[in-house]
């Protein structure tokens, strides 16, 4: 192979590998640079605002899809000569019915995980009594901000540039187990996290891509994500990922009777089987279900997707 070949595709555009590369050493340049900004920003403004706080999760989930949505623009605009919609988070033809559509499976994933778990009789919740519905109404508001703009972000790295650049080069599946690996490894430093969370997490990243490669653009996988979180801490009162702070005053509280490898333990449903099932269960309705009116429409970062190929 010539030393031009390592580098360069038959169509003279550098390989994918090369430009996954060069997407994560701008993303992490960018991160740290607008990152510190903001976090001396926020500190120097009030307590409210500190690191800890609702303000600072919503705003650092804002900058960090900022982030990702930038470099993955100049990425695919300088490497690839595509225009930023080739991205998938414009607001294009049909964008609110996909990321609706995302929401209601969302919701009813997780609720299928959550009734596995009551059939089996490691799981039950109860209305939370103990909190007033002025707190649950602003608990379902502001934690319906900080997960969309995690879950946001999270899309945008993971099934944004990185995903779709491999899609382009013939190298989907390699592009899926890679964005995968990242997505559930980046959740191993969360609280409780094992090697079922992060099997789980791992199918997650697999069922996003999925409803990625059925709509073509981001807000599908987003309304999954987004969905999933909020419906399990803000509804069911279930630890997100292990995380309790976010949701103060949930809808209902759940009762966790284990075993842990059916119902997730201090992890959440997230660490359980029941959640490999449903994921299992939703990806597999996604990818073979026709949907085909839904997700249509006649975009330009479709034809972006279908048309462009990448070396690899």
């Known amino acids: 192979m010539k030393s031009a070949e390592i580098l360069f595709g038959s169509d003279s555009k550098l390989r994918s590998g090369w430009r996954f590369a060069i997407f994560i050493l701008g993303f992490i340049f960018a991160g740290l640079v607008m990152g510190t900004a903001v976090v001396a920003a926020l500190v120097g403004i009030s307590k409210d605002t500190a690191p800890g706080t609702s303000t600072f999760f919503v705003v650092n989930g804002l900058v960090s899809l900022f982030v990702a949505l930038l470099i993955g623009w100049l990425c695919g605009k300088y490497l690839e000569g595509l225009p930023f919609t080739a991205l998938g988070a414009g607001f294009l033809k049909g964008w609110w019915l996909r990321f609706v559509f995302g929401l209601l499976i969302g919701v009813l994933t997780f609720s299928l995980a959550a009734m596995i778990g009551i059939a089996a009789g490691g799981l039950s919740f109860q209305v939370n009594a103990d909190a007033s519905w002025s707190s649950i109404l602003t608990t379902l508001v502001v934690s319906f901000l900080i997960f969309a703009a995690a879950a946001a972000f999270e899309e945008a790295l993971f099934r944004g540039y990185i995903l779709q650049t491999f899609v382009r080069s013939q190298m989907t599946w390699f592009g899926i187990l890679l964005t995968s690996t990242l997505f559930a490894t980046v959740h191993n430093a969360n609280p409780s996290a094992n090697i079922f969370s992060w099997l789980n997490t791992f199918v997650a990243g697999i069922w996003f891509s999925v409803a990625y490669l059925r709509s073509r653009d981001l807000w599908l996988p987003f309304g999954l994500h987004l969905a999933w979180n909020w ?31 059916i119902t997730g333990g ?47």
């Open 231 to 261: 419906t399990q801490g803000s509804i069911f009162g279930v630890e997100v990922s292990g995380i309790t702070e976010i949701v103060k005053a949930p809808i209902m509280r759940e009762t966790d009777t284990g075993p842990a490898w």
């Open 266 to 312: 201090d992890y959440g449903i997230e660490g359980g089987i029941i959640t490999t099932i449903a994921l299992i269960v939703s990806a597999t309705a996604l990818y073979f279900v026709p949907f085909s009116r839904l997700m249509s429409g006649s975009t330009s970062h479709k034809l972006d997707a279908d048309l462009t190929s990448s070396g690899s």
